[in-house]
């Protein structure tokens, strides 16, 4: 092989630069995994809403036929759902956002306090990563006459500076999703006429979590089937047990 066969042209290096594929049918590229991420915390969302809110509505449709306070349980799973789960995004992405943005600011100290130290540190690095010594040292000058603290957020910290984690917008995602997922069991059991309230909800929360569990097993790489009996199962017991307790303790205590 020459060395022109393996010179990549100048927008395969432009799709290498943006995480997208150089070639037909690359399976791992940057800009996809990261989509992919993004889908499946949204589908995960989704199941959560529809989990928890059908959880109590069914419970309390267990103890009362009342639609008022059906819709009113459910209303309140499904805002207290959103907003935990959106604080509880918010605070984790605020904190690995804050990490990196201290990583940064050290990096930055670093090259100023010590360049040539930090060019022998990128050096190193190139060098295990299996370049020989001399081209470990050219690549390395290379990318620090270029931008030195892009190398090394790169080679040593792995931290895109354009892609730095959002708080905010982890945390409407996630809220999002969860509300997407939780309207589901809300329209089940408000449509339906009493007698049927309970088993539309049944079915319809089932087929949904079929759904959501084939889609994440399928973005994950896993076994759809399964994974689907596992969620299936899972989703009827613990239906039939809220309702079964709802109808118990709401019966007992009403
Ligand atoms: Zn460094």
Do not use: C
């Amino acid at each position: 092989m020459s060395t022109d066969d393996v010179t990549p042209s100048a927008a395969q290096v432009k799709a290498a630069g943006s995480g997208r594929p150089t070639h037909p049918r690359e399976p791992h590229s940057g800009g996809t995994v990261g989509r992919l991420n993004w889908l499946r915390a949204g589908v995960l969302g989704a199941n959560d809403g529809i989990v928890s809110v059908a959880g109590i509505v069914i419970g309390v449709a267990g103890a009362t036929t009342d639609r008022g306070a059906i819709f009113t349980a459910g209303l309140a799973g499904l805002v207290g759902g959103a907003v935990s789960m959106s604080l509880g995004e918010y605070v984790s992405v605020s904190s690995q956002r804050d990490s990196e943005r201290a990583e940064i600011t050290q990096e930055k100290q670093e090259l100023a306090d010590d360049p040539d130290a930090e060019l022998t540190e990128l050096t190193a690095l190139y060098e295990a990563k299996g370049l020989s010594a001399a081209t470990a040292r050219t690549v390395a000058a290379e990318l620090t006459a270029r931008g030195a603290l892009d190398a090394h957020l790169d080679a040593e910290l792995h931290i895109d500076p354009d892609d730095i984690a959002n708080p905010a917008q982890a945390a409407g995602a996630s809220a999002l999703s969860f509300v997407s997922g939780a309207l589901l069991p809300m329209l089940a059991i408000l449509l339906p006429p009493a007698g049927l309230r309970v088993p539309v909800t049944f079915v319809a929360v089932l087929v949904a979590l079929a759904l959501t569990g084939a889609l994440s097993a399928r973005l994950g790489g896993g076994d759809a089937r399964r994974a689907v009996l596992r969620v299936v199962i899972g989703g009827a017991l613990g239906l039939a047990f809220t309702y079964a307790v709802g109808h118990l303790f709401g019966t007992a205590v009403g």
